[in-house]
């Protein structure tokens, strides 16, 4: 009686097959992770978003209405009460001469972003505006893509500011487009300064959570609604006196050697539509 | 894999892509968002076996990793895990138990989301155990779910050769 061998090989195969696979995702992590070799790791992403980006905003000016139609149909009830206000904005909107709700707004953004160069310490450096293409496709990340890259002079570590105050960092930089990590990003951590020179760290959470304050002893004066502005320390990752945030809690437990203080950041990270990449080189 | 196989895979893990980072990004349930590149290994475990659900895992997890600002390659060893996993513990239950590629997805998603996060921390993101992991795992899991039987019946169409189709209909 013959016997038949198919199941074994099927099995080595199917073995081989996953071995293969985790040892080549383990050593894809590995190297992007190690100093020379992420360089290697940078340039394919760099060439891939380079084919994708215009792609991606081709095909989003399609489906767009699609995506549109879904989140509407998510948030029904919201969007049903932003349509009867909008009814009645129009209707008092009729008559007078006026731009578009967009470009007013963006309008604004605009100038608040101008605001921020009359700051001593951007009035020096060269800013690159940029305008907000799209959020992170990722759950676990809080990011913005901007449509400048390192053709135009933005780099890894750049700060960005947008209307208002400090928005994050550049992580990621192509030759056209650059990823911003927010403030509420986990891995954000800002050296900051309040009061009378007092120093703590700003440290990022998740998007849509407060932002956590910390390193503030407990005798330290702190009160909410005070404003953090960016220290210079931190190795000079960002240059001093941007606002960055505005507490909005203050606690002292008894017996804790710091205060448990949140805050809130000063630009609107929820509706970017412009932002500016400073050339920053440090604290040299 | 055929050439046809491999061809008719990459256009489908391209248009998943693109799909995510425009339609998906727009849908956002308590400020999360449905992640389409985790069920396309679980489709393809289900319809074609472990092996094949490893390779479209890699795959994916790959390209999705090229547009994301995490550990490059993360996303396609936790794929190739997930589409293993599912082809080899699955069989031929979905042709047949209705409702079980719904099930699984659902499953898978869930298990999929808590791998990404722990292999995530484990690799020094340790922020990516402060999201609201809860809430990650439930949008991404109850969205899977929805769209279990268009990914499935796509897979099937990248996947499976003709004559195999036929094969499964004449059993039927």
Same mark, same amino acid.
């Given at each position: 009686?013959?016997?038949?061998?198919?199941?074994?090989?099927?099995?080595?195969?199917?073995?081989?097959?996953?071995?293969?696979?985790?040892? $080549?995702?383990?050593?894809?992590?590995?190297?992007?992770?190690?100093?020379?070799?992420?360089?290697?790791?940078?340039?394919?992403?760099?060439?891939?978003?380079?084919?994708?980006?215009?792609?991606?905003?081709? %095909?989003?000016?399609?489906?767009? +209405?699609?995506?549109?139609?879904?989140?509407? @149909?998510?948030?029904?009830?919201?969007?049903?009460?932003?349509?009867?206000?909008?009814?009645?904005?129009? @209707?008092?909107?009729?008559?007078?001469?006026?731009?578009?709700?967009?470009?007013?707004?963006?309008?604004?953004?605009?100038?608040?972003?101008?605001?921020?160069?009359?700051?001593?310490?951007?009035?020096?450096?060269?800013?690159?505006?940029?305008?907000?293409?799209?959020?992170?496709?990722?759950?676990?990340?809080?990011?913005?893509?901007?449509?400048?890259?390192?053709?135009?002079?933005?780099?890894?570590?750049?700060?960005?500011?947008? @209307?208002?105050?400090?928005?994050?960092?550049?992580? $990621?930089?192509?030759?056209?487009?650059?990823?911003?990590?927010?403030?509420?990003?986990?891995?954000?951590?800002?050296? %900051?300064?309040?009061?009378?020179?007092?120093?703590?760290?700003?440290?990022?959470?998740?998007?849509?959570? +407060?932002?956590?304050?910390?390193?503030?002893?407990?005798?330290?004066?702190?009160?909410?609604?005070?404003?953090?502005?960016?220290?210079?320390?931190?190795?000079?990752?960002? +240059? +001093?006196?941007?606002?960055?945030?505005?507490?909005?809690?203050?606690?002292?437990?008894?017996? @804790?050697?710091?205060?448990?203080?949140?805050?809130?950041?000063?630009?609107? $990270?929820?509706?970017?539509?412009? %932002?500016?990449?400073? %050339?920053?080189?440090?604290?040299? | 894999?055929?050439?046809?196989?491999?061809?008719?895979?990459?256009?489908? #893990?391209?248009?998943?892509?693109?799909?995510?980072?425009? #339609?998906?990004?727009?849908?956002?349930?308590?400020?999360?968002?449905?992640? #389409?590149?985790?069920?396309?290994?679980?489709?393809?475990?289900?319809?074609?076996?472990?092996? !094949?659900?490893?390779? #479209?895992?890699?795959?994916?997890?790959?390209?999705?990793?090229?547009?994301?600002?995490?550990?490059?390659?993360?996303?396609?060893?936790?794929?190739?895990?997930?589409?293993?996993?599912?082809?080899?513990?699955?069989?031929?239950?979905?042709?047949?138990?209705?409702?079980?590629?719904?099930?699984?997805?659902?499953?898978?998603?869930?298990?999929?989301?808590?791998?990404?996060?722990?292999?995530?921390?484990?690799?020094? !993101?340790?922020?990516?155990?402060?999201?609201?992991?809860?809430?990650?795992?439930?949008?991404? &899991?109850?969205?899977?779910?929805?769209?279990?039987?268009?990914?499935?019946?796509?897979?099937?169409?990248?996947?499976?050769?003709? &004559? !195999?189709?036929?094969?499964?209909?004449?059993?039927?």
């Amino acid at each position: 009686m013959a016997r038949t061998v198919a199941k074994p090989k099927r099995s080595r195969r199917t073995l081989t097959t996953l071995v293969v696979l985790v040892l $080549l995702s383990v050593s894809i992590i590995t190297l992007s992770e190690t100093g020379r070799a992420s360089v290697l790791t940078s340039g394919v992403k760099s060439i891939a978003s380079d084919i994708y980006s215009p792609l991606r905003s081709g %095909v989003n000016g399609v489906l767009d +209405p699609i995506g549109r139609f879904f989140a509407g @149909a998510v948030h029904y009830g919201a969007v049903e009460q932003e349509n009867e206000k909008l009814r009645a904005q129009i @209707a008092a909107l009729q008559g007078q001469r006026a731009s578009t709700r967009a470009a007013q707004r963006q309008y604004s953004e605009l100038q608040r972003l101008l605001q921020l160069d009359k700051l001593p310490a951007l009035s020096s450096l060269t800013e690159v505006v940029a305008e907000v293409t799209s959020l992170t496709t990722s759950d676990f990340a809080n990011t913005v893509t901007i449509d400048k890259g390192r053709n135009d002079g933005v780099s890894i570590g750049d700060p960005v500011v947008a @209307a208002g105050g400090l928005a994050g960092q550049i992580v $990621l930089s192509y030759h056209h487009v650059s990823t911003v990590r927010l403030l509420t990003d986990g891995q954000s951590k800002i050296g %900051v300064t309040f009061g009378r020179g007092e120093e703590a760290t700003l440290v990022g959470v998740a998007a849509g959570k +407060p932002l956590q304050v910390d390193y503030v002893p407990a005798a330290t004066p702190v009160s909410v609604g005070e404003v953090l502005t960016t220290s210079g320390l931190q190795g000079g990752a960002f +240059p +001093p006196g941007i606002p960055v945030a505005r507490v909005t809690s203050v606690r002292t437990v008894v017996g @804790a050697a710091d205060k448990q203080i949140t805050a809130e950041p000063i630009a609107d $990270l929820d509706g970017l539509s412009f %932002v500016e990449a400073l %050339v920053w080189s440090g604290s040299s | 894999m055929t050439a046809r196989v491999t061809i008719r895979t990459l256009v489908v #893990v391209a248009l998943a892509l693109l799909v995510q980072s425009t #339609v998906m990004l727009d849908i956002r349930v308590a400020g999360v968002s449905p992640d #389409v590149m985790v069920v396309l290994p679980v489709a393809a475990g289900l319809v074609a076996g472990p092996v !094949e659900g490893a390779a #479209v895992g890699f795959v994916a997890g790959i390209a999705a990793d090229l547009l994301l600002p995490t550990p490059f390659g993360l996303s396609a060893l936790v794929g190739t895990l997930v589409g293993f996993s599912v082809g080899a513990l699955t069989g031929e239950a979905v042709r047949y138990v209705r409702g079980f590629a719904t099930l699984v997805a659902l499953v898978a998603s869930a298990a999929s989301v808590m791998l990404y996060a722990v292999l995530g921390a484990v690799l020094g !993101e340790a922020q990516f155990l402060r999201v609201d992991l809860g809430a990650v795992i439930v949008v991404v &899991s109850v969205a899977n779910a929805l769209l279990a039987g268009p990914s499935v019946r796509v897979a099937r169409w990248a996947l499976v050769p003709p &004559s !195999e189709h036929v094969q499964a209909a004449g059993r039927r």
